[in-house]
């Protein structure tokens, strides 16, 4: 079966930009992260969904960000007016219900503010 | 408040030779404790998990894991290193939060394998 995929893999853009990262979680998966991961850093929580329960954007860095998850199942991450300190690789993550269960990771999508 | 230490930021070692990747969290209860490799330019990878039950924890690719109370120590082991096991590692604490089951990730060890 397939992984989570994460779309795109490389986006440049320019500061001031707004920018849509893509997630498509394991089918049946009910909770999706995102995190972000700077260069020489671990990874930072950014937000979580569980199901239809509200997410929990306690991480999201500003309100320049924003996600959605639609159908319970691909999720979108907004930045708006990019910039440049917002250069990382955003890697999703899908699991099944129970912490108990494994965390999948996508490859990640690595956005570069120019 | 929840944290993960890495005191490690490079290692290098020689291939055939042993491995050990430190790890010490902090967590006022019994912790769920999770080792993920990643590769250059990929996703992250599961390499074993400790819940609860036997303290050493066996993982894919030769890896096992020790879980420490004393010491709040969840090391990770190889005794023999291939030249592909070159990646950077993270150590990562589960606990919930307000609700929520969240992810504690330490800053990662780069493991450089020597021919």
């Known amino acids: 079966g397939a992984g989570v995929s994460q779309s795109p893999s490389n986006k440049v853009t320019e500061k001031g930009k707004d920018v849509e990262l893509r997630c498509d979680p394991i089918s049946g998966h009910t909770a999706l992260y995102w995190y972000r991961q700077s260069l020489g850093q671990g990874l930072e929580f950014l937000i979580y969904f569980q199901g239809n329960s509200a997410p929990d954007k306690s991480g999201l860095p500003s309100d320049r960000f924003s996600a959605e998850r639609t159908g319970g199942s691909v999720s979108t991450l907004t930045i708006q007016r990019t910039q440049q300190e917002d250069s990382a690789v955003y890697l999703c993550?899908?699991?099944?219900?129970?912490?108990?269960?494994?965390?999948?990771f996508g490859p990640g999508t690595r956005l570069t503010v120019l | 408040a929840q944290s993960v230490t890495q005191p490690d930021i490079h290692i290098t070692v020689s291939e055939g030779a042993s491995l050990e990747l430190r790890c010490n969290y902090s967590?006022?209860?019994?912790?769920?404790l999770f080792w993920y490799v990643q590769s250059p330019g990929q996703g992250l990878q599961l390499l074993l998990k400790?819940?609860?039950?036997?303290?050493l924890v066996q993982g894919i690719k030769g890896f096992e894991a020790e879980f420490k109370r004393s010491q709040s120590s969840f090391n990770l082991r190889k005794p023999s290193v291939h030249w592909s096991d070159a990646a950077e590692y993270f150590c990562?604490?589960?606990?919930?939060?307000?609700?929520?089951?969240?992810?504690?990730f330490g800053t990662g060890t780069r493991l450089k394998v020597l021919a």
């Open positions: 990562a604490v589960g606990s919930t939060t307000s609700g929520t089951y969240k992810y504690i």
């Open positions: 400790y819940f609860s039950g036997d303290t």
């Open positions: 967590y006022g209860a019994t912790p769920y």
């Open positions: 993550a899908s699991r099944q219900a129970l912490s108990t269960d494994t965390q999948y």
